[in-house]
């Protein structure tokens, strides 16, 4: 049975628990990277690899969370990271991101705690993870927390949900606690351009 991109993007962003979701990525994986990059002109990897090359220490390992086929761990090495892993919730996600060959290891991780040791990593960085249905405002404290003191936490989200849906609160009190500060904050980049859906942006903060 062929699955329309409209019913793909209808799964995922309908999820209702992280199983669901997962299983909705499995389903999707094999079209993603046609979809995403052909059809939908998703631009992220690429803004948040261009973005967090600025500000972050190349050499040291940089942790793609909710990488998928691995996108932005192929933008990752184009901009010289040179020690790339991945984690992501999907089986079949997981797969097509390990051969595609860019990570030194991919885990395949249950949301909430990632296993992973504090400060284990010089940067962090989530492509389209932080929306609707997927990685909550609670990801951001444990990114900070498996982020080295002076590294880097960069994330691609919507204005939009970032207001409504609890993020900018969660980062603001981070901000609070001094665990980490803003660098920068990008202007509004292209969503999904054939569906002419609402912009991104970029956002890095610098772990303290
Ligand atoms: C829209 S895709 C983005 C994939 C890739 N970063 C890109 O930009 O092409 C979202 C990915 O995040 C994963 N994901 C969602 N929530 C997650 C979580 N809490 N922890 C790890 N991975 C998650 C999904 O399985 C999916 O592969």
């Known amino acids: 049975m062929q699955i329309t991109l409209d019913a793909h993007l209808a799964r995922v962003y309908g999820a209702k628990s992280p199983q669901e ?97 504090d400060g284990e990593f010089g940067s962090v960085v989530a492509v389209g993870v932080l929306t609707q249905g997927h990685a909550g405002p609670e990801s951001l404290a444990e990114w900070v927390r498996i982020t080295r003191p002076g590294g880097h936490i960069a994330f691609t989200l919507r204005p939009d949900l970032h207001e409504q849906l609890g993020y900018r609160h969660a980062a603001a009190v981070l901000e609070i606690e001094k665990k980490w500060s803003l660098l920068q904050e990008t202007e509004d980049q292209p969503g999904f351009r054939r569906l002419q859906s609402k912009p991104y942006r970029v956002w890095v903060y610098r772990v303290n």
């Open 21 to 117: 979701l997962a299983e909705a990525y499995d389903l999707w994986a094999e079209s993603y990277d046609r979809d995403m990059l052909e059809d939908l002109g998703w631009g992220g990897p690429e803004a948040a690899a261009t973005v967090l090359a600025a500000h972050a220490a190349t050499d040291a390992p940089v942790l793609d969370v909710g990488a998928g086929t691995g996108l932005a761990g192929e933008s990752l090495r184009k901009h010289g990271f040179a020690q790339i892993f991945a984690a992501d919730l999907s089986e079949r996600m997981v797969a097509l991101a390990r051969a595609r060959g860019v990570y030194a290891a991919v885990h395949h991780v249950s949301p909430g705690a990632l296993p992973f040791g």
